[in-house]
């Protein structure tokens, strides 16, 4: 059983639905939805793209982000 980072991914490709990427940004206090993404099957190569929607200056901690 596959319980990684990217089984959700994995998940999400193989049942054909999006991702709704979800964050708290600390700086706003706000929620923040980000657009669907459509996982490709390639988990490498998703992540980037699903991790551009964040940056350090929504953590708690930027210094550890």
């Known amino acids: ?3 990684g980072p990217e089984s959700g991914s994995t998940l ?3 049942a054909g639905v999006p ?3 979800v964050a708290f940004d ?3 206090r706000a929620l ?3 657009p669907l993404f459509w996982p490709t099957g390639d988990y490498e190569k998703d992540l980037p ?3 551009a929607g964040f940056s350090s200056q ?3 901690r930027p210094e550890n982000y």
Do not use: D, E, T, W
Request: glycine share 4%; no cysteine.
């Open 1 to 3: 059983v596959n319980r």
């Open 12 to 14: 999400a490709h193989a």
């Open 19 to 21: 991702i709704l990427p």
């Open 26 to 28: 600390y700086s706003k």
């Open 32 to 34: 923040v939805f980000g």
């Open 49 to 51: 793209l699903i991790q």
């Open 58 to 60: 929504m953590a708690l």
